[in-house]
């Protein structure tokens, strides 16, 4: 069963990159983030494939896709539903918002008010949404991909630190090369490719990669060393907030996802370095920086600690 569960996610993987072209990183990153039942955040420019790679997420899994864009006039409700009343049975009814979806491209969240943004905040941490006293499942697997906007400060709300700590991995897609821009303009000369993607997975296979992925061995060694890390950025003198719990456990969770991807059952240091940074960089507070202007600084550090901490043998 193990070996199939493996399968499934190198193909997952494989599907994904027959569409988002020379980006096989990112696409990593989406799907150790999908089986670690979690979140995440794409920091870049406008035109480099985030809806696409959302989309062909999606289509892969077999589930449904949504897009929300984010605007400054954007409500809770427009996100997550409202109760309407029917004059025909007295009743109030319960429509389901586009949060809904087993994959949720939440397109420039930084552009909405923060009592919207929060209106996400639930459904990220406990698959769930509450309205009107009455709480709401979402489906399973639930999966929300974020972009924003680094370059582009003016109308927009930068996300707060709580809402941020709630997606597991910050990325970034970046150009493609030449040659891979090449493969694109013949791949769209006739369509979207990602149009005619088929799915390789069911929903239920990926909750049994999920199941199977928090099952993944991890060595005390491996406990000691993560978190003699996350103790490293709390007593950096650079940082003003070090990596919390939560973000330990992100950390653990990703690296037991990545073993899981590259076909193992057991998770090795370099899960844990290659991950540090996508995974704790947002979740640390540069000393002397604004919010939102502190990414390339925090990640050198990290990378620095990263050096600096002993790695077990």
Do not use: W
Not at 24 to 38: K, P, Q
Not at 44 to 62: E, I, Y
Not at 276 to 283: F, G, I, K, S, T
Request: charged content about 20%; glycine content about 6%; overall charge negative.
């Amino acid at each position: 069963m193990s070996a199939e569960l493996h399968a499934l996610a190198a193909s997952l993987e494989q599907n994904i990159s027959s569409v988002v072209l020379g980006k096989r990183d990112v696409v990593r990153l989406c799907v150790v983030a999908l089986l670690a039942g979690e979140h995440i955040l794409i920091e870049d420019v406008p035109g480099v494939g985030k809806t696409l790679l959302g989309k062909a997420l999606a289509k892969s899994v077999d589930g449904r896709f949504c897009r929300i864009q984010f605007t400054p006039d954007l409500l809770p409700s427009d996100i997550v539903g409202s109760s309407v009343f029917n004059s025909n049975t007295n009743e109030f009814h319960f429509n389901d918002g586009p949060v809904f979806a087993n994959i949720v491209l939440a397109d420039e969240i930084n552009r909405t008010t923060p009592r919207t943004q929060s209106a996400l905040l639930e459904a990220m941490s406990d698959n769930q949404v509450s309205v009107d006293g009455h709480t709401h499942t979402l489906p399973t697997p639930f999966m929300v991909l974020a972009t924003q906007n680094p370059f582009e400060f003016e109308g927009t709300y930068p996300l707060p630190e709580s809402q941020l700590d709630r997606f597991l991995l910050r990325t970034s897609v970046g150009y493609p090369d030449r040659d891979d821009e090449l493969r694109v303009l013949t791949s769209h000369r006739r369509g979207e490719p990602v149009e005619t993607l088929r799915s390789v997975v069911h929903p239920t296979q990926v909750v049994a990669m999920q199941t199977a992925v928090r099952a993944m061995t991890v060595d005390d060694s491996i406990h000691e060393y993560l978190l003699d890390l996350v103790e490293a950025t709390r007593r950096c003198e650079e940082l003003y907030v070090g990596v919390s719990t939560r973000g330990a456990l992100g950390l653990y969770r990703a690296a037991q996802s990545l073993a899981f991807v590259e076909g193992r059952d057991f998770v090795v240091p370099d899960d844990v370095k290659r991950l540090a940074v996508p995974v704790l960089a947002h979740r640390v507070i540069a000393k002397g920086f604004r919010q939102g202007n502190q990414r390339e600084f925090v990640e050198n550090v990290i990378q620095r600690l990263l050096n600096e901490v002993p790695v077990p043998q």
